[in-house]
């Protein structure tokens, strides 16, 4: 399913418009990125939770030579099923 599937869907299944639809998910996906963006957890029941996690710096070698290659810290954003979705899923 593509964003765009979803916006169709969220049109059809709420009796909105395409562009109240596309607007309702872009809003939805917006907020979370930005909760993200902000060290915030978010936590959907049934659904899951999104937060970020925190990686050190490290220096690997690279395959297939002995050069070694830095990898600066960063932060990720993780997803972890909850529930619902891990039974549906099975």
């Given at each position: 399913?593509?964003?765009?599937?979803?916006?169709?869907?969220?049109?059809?299944?709420?009796?909105?418009?395409?562009?109240?639809?596309?607007?309702?998910?872009?809003?939805?996906?917006?907020?979370?990125?930005?909760?993200?963006?902000?060290?915030?957890?978010?936590?959907?029941?049934?659904?899951?939770?999104?937060?970020?996690?925190?990686?050190?710096?490290?220096?690997?070698?690279?395959?297939?030579?002995?050069?070694?290659?830095?990898?600066v810290a960063r932060r990720m954003p993780r997803y972890i099923p909850g529930t619902k979705i891990k039974k549906?899923?099975?």
């Amino acid at each position: 399913m593509t964003k765009k599937d979803l916006i169709e869907l969220v049109a059809q299944k709420a009796r909105l418009s395409k562009k109240a639809a596309k607007s309702a998910v872009e809003t939805f996906l917006s907020e979370i990125m930005k909760a993200l963006s902000g060290g915030e957890v978010v936590k959907l029941s049934g659904f899951g939770t999104f937060k970020t996690k925190m990686f050190k710096a490290k220096t690997i070698k690279a395959i297939g030579s002995k050069e070694a290659k830095k990898i600066v810290a960063r932060r990720m954003p993780r997803y972890i099923p909850g529930t619902k979705i891990k039974k549906m899923v099975k």
